[in-house]
């Protein structure tokens, strides 16, 4: 447990703002031992925090506080307690079980002859070894001194690992929702690694990227990606989440274009390739950095804007994508009027089965964009056919047919995932589950699970919908005629999911409903 008084001091601080401390465990099954170490380091500070304890008066009561302490910096480690191993065990345990590796362990023993100093640091994964009569309060201070610079590089190394996976995660996933938050995060993470700014004192402090929109002041930007106590900002305007001194700093930084370090408050200031203001704003920082780590961050955050960028252009042709496919999609409603609103309602039926199935967001979202282009081959059926009043020839019933393979030739030639997916779906959306569907009469699951979602989602809204051959169906019609099909027209467990969040299909249609003519 935590000495009581630690306990309030750890308290006060957090209430306070301050960065919380360094947290160690003294396992040792001598009180005296205890007693002795926080005597010697009760004035120890290292880059301007204290120290916390936690304490184990067995290897046992050290297995058990240790996953609820994942932060702990240092262990100060007995070797002999309740068996002759009990701390060499201890290591294994840490960094075999639990998988921490993070954590500096300095043994102690007052037995060296049970663990040869030589055995037990080739065999096991210590970072200091010393007998009990060395341990004066001077080495004991400078020991915890150089364990904690070792764990607080390991931790810089460790951001540096983390924020790069981001970047190239993100750089890798363009088509993924909130990607760009995802990129920017990294660059965030990254420039924290370059600070040296560690993560217990980020949690409480935090880094925030903001971007600016269309005017020279604080007031005109918003978060684009965030840490730390502004994590949960994003999006949000920045004269929401910065206090008056911030404001000033970002005010001052934009209006004269000079990165501003101040120590607690920075803005980094930079222009993007798109001659638009972009600045990096970062508290927290307790030290002042020389010319020189000023310059790498500027070039740093000069070459992360190339990054964004080439991001923003990828993000722009992917927003421009789905808006001619949208637009391709509305081709049938203005030959057909009485279409109406039906492949929006289609799209947005599509994605929330797709969802209920198990479909992340982004292929929910792709289906919803592909599933509206269902009947785009009817651009190529001819008008006598496809406007005829009453029942088709069986003649003009081929050439309507044809619609999905004049569909799928349309858009197959595209190589983009979203084209791709639209081209299956236009394809076999007219296919049946129990095989008597066009064009190939798959059966079952041969047919792709897009095509499944939008012959269900079609069916249920074309029914329900006024057309020139035919009446809208009532919705009980629709229902009765969708649970006859389950296994006939439909795959089984689709028509599951569908009618149990039949509410949830309403409040669609009725929000994406067509305008009331006249």
Request: aromatic fraction near 8%; hydrophobic fraction near 45%.
């Amino acid at each position: 447990m935590l000495f009581e008084d630690d306990e309030i001091l750890f308290e006060d601080a957090q209430a306070d703002g301050e960065i919380a401390p360094w947290l160690v465990m003294v396992v040792d099954d001598d009180p005296v031992v205890h007693d002795v170490t926080k005597l010697a380091l009760y004035d120890f500070e290292y880059q301007g925090r204290g120290l916390s304890f936690l304490q184990a008066h067995s290897a046992a009561e050290a297995r058990e506080l240790l996953p609820r302490h994942p932060d702990v910096a240092v262990i100060l480690l007995d070797v002999v307690m309740e068996t002759d191993d009990a701390g060499l065990r201890l290591v294994s345990h840490i960094r075999e079980v639990i998988g921490n590796r993070m954590v500096r362990i300095i043994l102690r023993t007052g037995q060296p002859g049970s663990a040869p100093p030589r055995q037990v640091v080739l065999e096991y994964d210590i970072n200091d070894y010393r007998e009990k009569t060395e341990l004066t309060a001077a080495y004991l201070f400078t020991s915890v001194a150089a364990a904690l610079r070792s764990f607080e590089n390991l931790l810089a190394l460790e951001k540096s690992r983390l924020g790069l996976q981001h970047i190239i995660e993100a750089s890798g996933s363009l088509y993924k929702p909130r990607s760009m938050e995802r990129f920017l995060g990294g660059v965030l993470m990254q420039l924290q690694s370059l600070l040296g700014i560690s993560e217990s004192a980020f949690f409480s402090k935090a880094l925030g990227f903001v971007y600016q929109e269309d005017a020279r002041h604080a007031a005109k930007q918003r978060v684009m990606a965030a840490t730390g106590d502004f994590e949960n900002r994003v999006h949000a305007a920045v004269e929401e989440v910065v206090d008056a001194q911030g404001l000033a700093l970002i005010d001052a930084t934009l209006a004269d274009g000079r990165s501003r370090f101040s120590g607690e408050h920075c803005v980094i200031y930079f222009r993007g390739p798109d001659n638009r203001d972009a600045l990096v704003y970062l508290t927290g920082c307790r030290r002042e950095m020389d010319s020189t780590e000023r310059k790498l961050i500027e070039i740093f955050s000069v070459n992360a804007s190339f990054a964004l960028d080439n991001l923003l252009l990828n993000q722009d042709l992917e927003f421009a994508q789905r808006e001619l496919m949208y637009t391709l999609s509305t081709v049938a409603e203005f030959r057909s009027p009485e279409v109406g609103r039906h492949v929006v309602r289609v799209g947005k039926y599509a994605e929330m089965l797709g969802r209920l199935v198990g479909m992340d967001a982004e292929e929910a979202e792709l289906l919803m964009v592909a599933a509206s282009l269902h009947d785009i081959g009817k651009i190529a059926i001819p008008d006598r056919v496809l406007f005829k009043e009453g029942a088709l020839s069986e003649s003009e019933w081929e050439i309507m047919k044809d619609h999905c393979r004049l569909g799928h030739q349309l858009l197959a030639g595209s190589r983009r995932k979203l084209f791709q997916i639209a081209a299956t779906i236009a394809l076999q959306h007219q296919e049946k589950w129990d095989g008597t569907g066009y064009p190939q009469g798959l059966r079952g699951e041969q047919i792709h699970l897009y095509g499944r979602i939008t012959a269900l989602a079609d069916v249920f809204d074309a029914l329900g919908d006024a057309r020139c051959y035919k009446e809208a169906w009532p919705e009980s019609d629709v229902l009765a005629y969708i649970r006859a099909e389950r296994g006939g027209h439909f795959d089984p467990r689709l028509v599951d999911v569908f009618l149990d969040n039949i509410d949830r299909i309403r409040m669609i249609r009725d929000e994406y409903a067509d305008p009331v003519s006249g």
